[in-house]
T-cell receptor, first 115, second 111 residues
Framework: ETGVTQTPRHLVMGMTNKKSLKCEQH?????MYWYKQSAKKPLELMFV???????ENNSVPSRFSPECPNSSHLFLHLHTLQPEDSALYLC??????????????FGDGTRLSIL | GESVGLHLPTLSVQEGDNSIINCAYS??????FIWYKQESGKGPQFIID?????DKRQGQRVTVLLNKTVKHLSLQIAATQPGDSAVYFC??????????FGKGTRLSVIA
């Protein structure tokens, strides 16, 4: 149990569907992150939220829309995705998203497949 | 450097032996480093971290060595066990910038 819970664990959707990924952390952290993990590539940072404010958008296409209603919850809203968006989407949290050098703790991810 | 998927470097180690996994980084301004372990079907799990004012740090059965001169980081696992089989990757951070992850090395433990 990592303290970071992601749902669903698996998601299959068509390119015209709209779905959302959910992440919840029980670690009392103030920063939350979305990453994309594809084969043959390192982890790609997508978004960072620090104290509910988005501090990083790593040139992510607008078909991915994050939402952070509070420091414990993070969503990734998906719409009109492309086949190349199929990947493992990982959520992470850390004590602070800025100056403090603290490790990020990850959930087990949502395996997304776009048909 | 490392790679994932079909080109992921693999280290095969006999159970009970010590393992050494290496990571080269490129940013001389990086001042914080982390090692993660990722088992199949799971997310990355924090193993150990080290700050640039140190060159060695020990945990339970693991040791991280940092050589800033050649920008090299290594993870040593003592008495490797079958449960250590996973993909290991390093991450580096410079100041306030986000963590940058390496691609990973697959460790296979031979029983």
């Amino acid at each position: 149990e990592t303290g970071v819970t992601q749902t669903p664990r698996h998601l299959v959707m068509g390119m015209t569907n709209k779905k959302s990924l959910k992440c919840e952390q029980h670690l009392g952290h103030n920063a939350m992150y979305w990453y994309k993990q594809s084969a043959k590539k390192p982890l790609e940072l997508m978004f960072v939220y620090n104290f509910k404010e988005q501090t990083e958008n790593n040139s992510v296409p607008s078909r991915f829309s994050p939402e952070c209603p509070n420091s414990s919850h993070l969503f990734l809203h998906l719409h009109t995705l492309q086949p190349e968006d199929s990947a493992l989407y990982l959520c992470a949290s850390s004590q602070d998203g800025g100056q403090l050098n603290q490790p990020q703790h990850f959930g087990d991810g949502t395996r997304l497949s776009i048909l | 450097g490392e790679s994932v998927g079909l080109h992921l470097p693999t280290l095969s180690v006999q159970e009970g032996d010590n393992s050494i996994i290496n990571c080269a980084y490129s940013n001389s301004a990086s001042d914080y480093f982390i090692w993660y372990k990722q088992e199949s079907g799971k997310g990355p799990q924090f193993i150990i971290d080290i700050r640039s004012n140190m060159d060695k740090r020990q945990g339970q059965r693991v040791t991280v060595l940092l050589n800033k001169t050649v920008k090299h980081l290594s993870l040593q696992i003592a008495a490797t066990q079958p449960g250590d089989s996973a993909v290991y990757f390093c991450a580096e951070k410079a100041g306030n910038t986000p963590l940058v992850f390496g691609k990973g090395t697959r460790l296979s433990v031979i029983a």
